[in-house]
């Protein structure tokens, strides 16, 4: 699961809690938002991290994205989830439109550079061995 930290917007913990059956009512879209974003910076890495609070986009050199490299519904989804509602609590609001486009943003490049990074790397000769062999056994 997504490290809960101690800044994990409460509504996320009640989603999981839940059984992530009904998406929760966001009441106070700027505190929400603040504890998103203090969240989403615990769950960075430190290369990422920059004075003033502000996140760089500096890739690891190699996969170091541990916590947000998961696939499962415990992963990267609920943080994906969790963007769904702020948008939609969002809505009409200017300011808060602004701060969820920037999120998407970063998301959609941290994504991104996952996807690269998984994708230039070699496969491991154990991996590259299991391959052989099915490919032999067909």
Known sequence: MLA????RPKEVGAWVKSGRGV???IKNIKVF??????????????????VGGCLQRVA??????????KGTIN???????SLGWWMNAANGAKQCQ??????LSDVAWVLESMVRLG?????SPEAEERVSKRARAV
Do not use: F, I
């Open 119 to 123: 994708t230039s790397k070699s496969a």
């Open 23 to 25: 998406d929760p009512n």
């Open 98 to 103: 602004d701060d969820v486009s920037l999120a």
């Open 33 to 50: 938002c603040q504890q998103w974003w203090l969240w989403y910076h615990e769950l960075q890495l430190e290369c990422r991290k920059a």
């Open 75 to 81: 992963g990267m989804y609920s943080l994906l989830a």
């Open 4 to 7: 809960a930290g101690k800044q």
């Open 60 to 69: 690891p050199p190699n996969d170091e994205w541990t916590e947000l490299r």
